[in-house]
């Protein structure tokens, strides 16, 4: 590892394009995707919708946006959308649900951001002029705030089923749905049977500089599309970006486990520390350690970070490391050892 060289683990969104891939985004064909003439765009959107058996797929710039499009592209203003308290769609994207569609949202207090069909079948709002109309369930896989947590697809099952009862529409802010994959071993198709809409994330543990794909039927993209554009997210030569996507499918989903098992690592060695207090269940890549009240997550993330650890602090006692393929052996060992250290002076 380069001297002075910092391991950032604040968030996977901080990888850059390895060699192969910018390769590939340089030799990519390109076109203007608006007119819907970008070859390695149309590429992509084939490719993904294949792999989760979906009728079509819209390459949008950011998860942000193309889990918008599709809250707006499934309701009315004046619905109603459930998801988990703690769910990115809710939390972390500006209140868009509210500026973009118009709808309102009924939070659920899940299990590790998972919500189960009994919370969702009792908030549904009855038939009646007084109440928001529901229309919208959104699940998110893996859970940020719920550490990276995989839903069960038996449960995702039974959600489904009692949207399918009460016409309600299911989308999947599946941001770090690859993760998921593969630390349960299934496949795109199983989700991909599950949902109306599932948005997927390229540039987390994939690694691309940037985008996301937004998949459903036709219908649904064709809707989509239009709003994509509305909001500002129709892009030209967008095959460059697309082409980075279109390798990492090919070279970058199974390394995944790397991370799962660097996170364990690193994990472990929190455990047996004497500033953490707890953490939460590590299931893929994302590590959160609660600090014991006599520290503050500041204060460790400030001591880690002298040391060329970077973490983030993620609520009023809780840290939070994600393992990225921009982490390798060496540097899970050198923060394993960094963190071991914290306390007994050495640093």
Known sequence: MQPNLMIDLRSDTFTL???GMLEAMMQAPV?????????????LEDRMAALFRMEAALYCPTGTMSNQIGIKAHTQPGDEVICDQTAHVYVYEGGGIAFNSGAQVRTLQGDLGRITAEQVAYVINP?????????????????????????????IGRIRKLCDEHQLLLHLDGARLF????????????????FHSISVCLNKGLGCPIGSVLMGTREFIRKARRIRKVFGGGMRQAGYMAAAGLYALENHVERLADDHRHARLIAEALQQTGYVESLLPVSTNIVIAAIKPDWQPGQITELLKAKGVLALPVSANQIRMVLHLGISDEMTDITVNTIRNLETGRL
């Open 17 to 19: 394009p390895t060699p």
């Open 31 to 43: 076109g203007d995707d608006v007119f819907g003439e970008d070859p390695s765009v149309n590429l």
């Open 127 to 155: 038939d009646d002029v007084h109440r928001a109309r529901t229309s919208l369930v959104c699940l998110e896989n893996t859970s940020n705030r719920g550490g990276g947590s995989c839903y069960d697809l038996a449960e």
């Open 179 to 194: 993760n998921a994959l593969v630390a349960r071993g299934e496949k795109p198709a199983d989700h991909g049977a599950l």
